[in-house]
């Protein structure tokens, strides 16, 4: 896989190296962020795209645009200090037919397309949105407008590109979408590296989504978002997200980190995940769920750091869109992770938190939790460090350990696949349940203060094993920290 990814990248970053250049200036346009300059933009688009193909460059200015195509060997270039504006008019933008979603920025079945330089894409999306939320009020644009939001399909994004090859997206900074930020589905051959982005403007705002896409690169990149960061989706059951490189990536989110699975009707196959930063963020530094009938499987995580996040680790499958599929998750390594949960709100502060009312009254633990028709299978955690505040309180919440008590624990099959879910849970560091060979090495759970719960439940767990697992609780020598029920195959090491 590696190679792979490693030799499309060679090949069209060396394309994108020998592109003609074209001004957009000598197109007409202005860069004085007032005329609206979307017909030149794509007049000068469709023009490169019959003449062999090259790259378009905005020099220093601010470019007015609303919704544009980006067409096969084109290449848009932001220079330094080079801004693609999007309007405030919401009716500058165009919901594609064929995707069904607003961007200021298409590509549809393309190839060997970028987007590169030091500048920015800035979607103004609060104030696009709130514009659409007035045009729905006055009955000029049709939306449910569910908690006065309009739906995410009716705001543009930044960036949407559905069945494209040769992707690069380098060097830029997106800033500020009305809805997702930038979306790559069903791509082929993505390579996107060293972007900034800036993501927290209004509702739904992810860093990056990337959907059924087959060859994968992410690297060298921080996000700033008020959802998911790295947000990897599967939404046709016969497609598969697969063949995916992420290295070197930063972000902060009001909702996850790393996630598989807001969608997953294929699945996710063959990815390699090294040395993230996930911090401040509100929901999981990783979470991975396969609830649609699709598959997770050959994933490696290898290097992460998580600090001020709500919580570390969160496998999950579940039964909610599946159309008779089986879901199953199968044969995933995370290693090296070394991970710091607060006591209070993570996301404290910032214009879009997530809900208050979502989180349990006491820390949840990390969760590996299948179901007891679809267990999570074959997954080892190993050289990981996680410090939990402690000092969870049964007088406030309570989960206790009695048969009674852990099987009243809901299922939940089709729910959305979240760590608290389930709200108050019996452990303080790790709860599986429904799961099979699940493998700990190297593992050092931190409470600071006393804990009422033991470090790790495991509840209908099959062939689990525990080598050098260490567990440092105050006042808790003698205290029993792995509990098991229904549980077979235990080994100590």
Not at 185 to 212: E, M, P
Not at 311 to 322: A, F, Q
Not at 482 to 488: E, G, M, P, R, Y
């Amino acid at each position: 896989m590696r190679k792979i990814v490693l030799l499309f990248s060679v090949i069209i970053i060396g394309y994108f190296s020998h592109a003609k250049d074209y001004n957009i200036s000598d197109f007409g346009a202005k860069g004085d962020g007032v005329v609206l300059n979307t017909d030149i933009i794509q007049g000068a688009i469709d023009f490169i795209t019959t003449h062999g193909g090259g790259r378009l460059v905005f020099n220093e200015g601010i470019y007015l645009t609303g919704s544009i195509y980006l067409k096969s060997n084109v290449v848009l270039h932001l220079e330094e200090n080079a801004v693609l504006l999007g309007s405030v008019n919401p009716l500058d933008y165009i919901k594609d037919p064929y995707i069904g979603w607003m961007s200021l920025v298409f590509a549809l079945k393309q190839e060997n397309i970028g987007i590169t330089g030091k500048g920015m894409i800035n979607g103004r999306g609060f104030y696009t949105a709130n514009n659409q939320v007035a045009n729905i009020h006055k009955k000029i644009f049709t939306d449910p407008l569910k908690l006065d939001r309009p739906n995410e399909t009716n705001r543009p994004q930044n960036v949407y590109f559905r069945e494209c090859r040769n992707i690069v997206i380098k060097g830029i900074t997106l800033k500020d979408p009305a809805s997702w930020n930038q979306t790559y589905d069903q791509c082929k051959n993505l390579y996107v590296d060293s972007i900034k982005v800036d993501s927290k403007n209004y509702w739904n705002n992810d860093g990056i989504d990337v959907v059924d896409c087959d060859g994968v690169v992410i690297k060298n990149s921080f996000f700033d978002a008020a959802d998911d960061v790295l947000c990897f989706k599967s939404h046709d059951p016969s497609k598969i997200c697969e063949n995916v490189v992420v290295d070197n990536c930063t972000g902060r989110s009001s909702a996850n980190g790393l996630k598989f699975g807001t969608v997953s009707r294929g699945g996710f196959r063959n990815f390699k995940v090294t040395n993230i930063t996930i911090y401040d963020t509100y929901r999981s530094a990783i979470t991975f769920a396969a609830v649609d009938g699709g598959i997770v499987e050959n994933i490696l995580v290898d290097g992460v750091k998580s600090t001020n996040t709500g919580n570390v680790i969160y496998l999950r499958i579940g039964d909610r869109w599946s159309g008779g599929k089986k879901p199953a998750m199968n044969n995933v390594v995370i290693r090296n992770v070394y991970a710091e949960v607060p006591n209070g709100k993570p996301d404290s502060g910032y214009l879009y938190e997530g809900p208050v009312e979502d989180l349990p009254r006491n820390i949840s633990p990390c969760g590996i939790v299948g179901l007891p028709q679809h267990k999570i299978k074959n997954v080892t955690l190993e050289n990981i460090t996680i410090v939990y505040p402690g000092g969870s309180n049964p007088n406030y919440a309570y989960r206790g350990l009695k048969k009674a008590e852990l099987d009243s624990i809901p299922e939940m099959p089709a729910a959305y696949p979240e760590f608290s879910q389930f709200k108050e849970l019996p452990a303080w560091g790790f709860y599986l349940r429904h799961a099979e060979d699940i493998n700990f090495k190297n593992i050092t759970l931190i409470a600071g203060k006393k804990e009422y719960r033991p470090a790790i439940v495991a509840d209908d767990v099959k062939n689990i094993s525990f080598e050098k697992v260490e567990f440092q609780e105050p006042d808790s020598r003698k205290k029993k920290q792995v509990f098991l029920q229904n549980s077979t195959q235990v080994k100590k090491k």
